[in-house]
């Protein structure tokens, strides 16, 4: 069963967070009643730096996502800024 930690609980038994964690699975952290993280332990892929089993195709997804042609557009600064544009020239 997965446990729901306060904040202020789980910084105090942070140890025994991580231990419910391997063996209970995923521990949800709340701040006033509401979920804010979620604690979850590495399995032996993830830990030895391989792939992830819950790989959800982002990196994928960036890496076939299209080119933009001639690269990103200026980004036009105020000429009072005293700066040069963040892309390109103006």
Known sequence: MNAV??????????SELVE???????QLITRHGRPVA???ALGDTEAAGTEAESDDGFIEF??????????????PRSP???RPPLFGEQ
């Open 5 to 14: 930690w306060q904040v202020q609980e789980a910084k105090s038994h942070f």
């Open 80 to 82: 009072e800024a005293g």
């Open 62 to 75: 960036l890496l076939n996502a299209p080119k933009l042609e001639g690269g990103l557009p200026a980004m």
């Open 20 to 26: 419910c964690a391997q063996r209970e699975g995923p």
């Open 38 to 40: 979620r604690v979850v």
